[in-house]
């Protein structure tokens, strides 16, 4: 048996936009910059796929800048971080943005961490406690890459606007929530926003990032001058069509795999009930549906993931950006566990088109490999 359960890491390239992406990758690859008819064409086919984008997730297409992913998304929404700014941020976030935070600290921003969130969930009185004067910036994950948590980012805004008179400036990093939760740019009132095709069945090496109008930032590359001087170079076009004719897909898809994903996930937890003890580290409602982050007692992950994978189980202990490291996450620090469970935690991210019966089984056989390196006396 081989099988996924890993879609927070990638997920596949769905036959629907490959067959969308081909023409433009193959046949008419013009530059979309050039003026002749070829170019015209690209040119064409890059603005609707900008507008469809816009469409789908509440902007309007002057605000999607088409970057390689999500971690240069990121990276160009926090570019502008200066010397002495004040930036309110949390350890739940993706690599990408804890590791620009300790850039921008080494270069002198003041950022505060976020002690303390439940289950991932951060408490919205905490949350404007955290910085004595109003921040420069506000940085969150709409959905929790590693225990699924959903945040209310609505909540969070009141708060920082009942705290300080201004909402200020928020960076939202909705990788793992694009094409799987309804997401609005204009409701969520926030200055920019970044996600990836790949985490909703598209294609790798494109992703945007959502810039509110009158928002200012400084670009990573100059040159060209495309994306109205945002970021420069030419556009993947096949990529960008592939994004949206996916995230097309996924939105009007969204209830049916919300649907099939607690299904499966039902289906999964029948499967290693037989190995308790186990913990559901993430919210237990509300959350992504399909995440599942478990703390196994007396397990090591690293072991646990080895055995896995030798059975074809296909999971991972958190991101899939930072692996190579050994160190727990820091997120499992902040949701409260213990540090002698840290090492025991495995990260399990269903994908709605997988077979049922193949979730349950692959849910047996990781209650079988727990129990054996529990050994006979667990």
């Given at each position: 048996?081989?099988?996924?359960?890993?879609?927070?890491?990638?997920?596949?390239?769905?036959?629907?936009?490959?067959?969308?992406?081909?023409?433009?990758?193959?046949?008419?690859?013009?530059?979309?910059?050039?003026?002749?008819?070829?170019?015209?064409?690209?040119?064409?086919?890059?603005?609707?796929?900008?507008?469809?984008?816009?469409?789908?997730?509440?902007?309007?297409?002057?605000?999607?800048?088409?970057?390689?992913?999500?971690?240069?998304?990121?990276?160009?929404?926090?570019?502008?971080?200066?010397?002495?700014?004040?930036?309110?941020?949390?350890?739940?976030?993706?690599?990408?943005?804890?590791?620009?935070?300790?850039?921008?600290?080494?270069?002198?921003?003041?950022?505060?961490?976020?002690?303390?969130?439940?289950?991932?969930?951060?408490?919205?009185?905490?949350?404007?406690?955290?910085?004595?004067?109003?921040?420069?910036?506000?940085?969150?994950?709409?959905?929790?890459?590693?225990?699924?948590?959903?945040?209310?980012?609505?909540?969070?805004?009141?708060?920082?606007?009942?705290?300080?008179?201004?909402?200020?400036?928020?960076?939202?990093?909705?990788?793992?929530?694009?094409?799987?939760?309804?997401?609005?740019?204009?409701?969520?009132?926030?200055?920019?926003?970044?996600?990836?095709?790949?985490?909703?069945?598209?294609?790798?090496?494109?992703?945007?990032?959502?810039?509110?109008?009158?928002?200012?930032?400084?670009?990573?590359?100059?040159?060209?001058?495309?994306?109205?001087?945002?970021?420069?170079?030419?556009?993947?076009?096949?990529?960008?069509?592939?994004m949206a004719k996916a995230l097309r897909m996924a939105?009007?898809?969204?209830?049916?795999?919300?649907?099939?994903?607690?299904?499966?996930?039902?289906?999964?937890?029948?499967?290693?009930?037989?190995?308790?003890?186990?913990?559901?580290?993430?919210?237990?409602?509300?959350?992504?549906?399909?995440?599942?982050?478990?703390?196994?007692s007396g397990v090591r992950s690293d072991m646990a993931?080895?055995?896995?994978?030798?059975?074809?189980?296909?999971?991972?202990?958190?991101?899939?950006?930072?692996?190579?490291?050994?160190?727990?996450?820091?997120?499992?620090?902040?949701?409260?566990?213990?540090?002698?469970?840290?090492?025991?935690?495995?990260?399990?991210?269903?994908?709605?088109?997988?077979?049922?019966?193949?979730?349950?089984?692959?849910?047996?056989?990781?209650?079988?490999?727990?129990?054996?390196?529990?050994?006979?006396?667990?």
């Open positions: 048996m081989a099988i996924h359960l890993d879609h927070n890491a990638t997920t596949p390239c769905l036959p629907e936009v490959w067959d969308a992406m081909r023409p433009w990758a193959v046949e008419a690859w013009a530059n979309p910059a050039s003026t002749h008819g070829a170019g015209r064409a690209a040119r064409r086919a890059l603005e609707d796929s900008r507008e469809e984008i816009a469409s789908l997730l509440g902007a309007w297409p002057d605000e999607v800048v088409f970057t390689s992913g999500a971690t240069e998304a990121n990276a160009m929404a926090l570019a502008g971080i200066r010397p002495g700014d004040l930036v309110a941020a949390s350890d739940l976030e993706h690599p990408s943005i804890r590791e620009n935070m300790t850039l921008a600290e080494s270069r002198g921003a003041r950022v505060n961490r976020l002690p303390r969130a439940d289950r991932g969930i951060i408490n919205p009185r905490d949350w404007a406690a955290l910085c004595p004067e109003a921040p420069n910036l506000q940085v969150a994950t709409l959905a929790g890459h590693e225990t699924g948590a959903v945040q209310d980012m609505a909540a969070l805004i009141d708060a920082t606007r009942r705290r300080f008179g201004d909402a200020g400036a928020w960076h939202i990093d909705a990788t793992q929530a694009v094409g799987k939760i309804p997401v609005d740019f204009h409701r969520l009132e926030v200055s920019t926003l970044s996600f990836s095709a790949h985490k909703f069945f598209g294609p790798k090496g494109v992703g945007a990032l959502l810039v509110r109008r009158g928002v200012s930032l400084p670009p990573l590359f100059v040159g060209g001058g495309q994306q109205r001087g945002r970021r420069s170079g030419t556009e993947a076009v096949y990529l960008a069509v592939g939105v009007d898809g969204m209830v049916d795999r919300q649907i099939a994903c607690t299904q499966l996930r039902e289906g999964f937890l029948a499967g290693i009930a037989p190995c308790k003890p186990w913990e559901i580290l993430g919210p237990l409602a509300g959350g992504l549906n399909h995440v599942l982050l478990i703390a196994f993931l080895m055995a896995l994978d030798l059975e074809g189980i296909s999971c991972s202990a958190g991101a899939a950006c930072s692996s190579g490291s050994s160190l727990p996450s820091p997120a499992l620090a902040l949701i409260g566990l213990p540090e002698e469970h840290r090492k025991s935690v495995i990260r399990f991210s269903l994908g709605p088109f997988l077979n049922p019966d193949e979730v349950s089984m692959a849910g047996s056989a990781v209650a079988k490999i727990i129990a054996r390196l529990r050994g006979p006396h667990a």
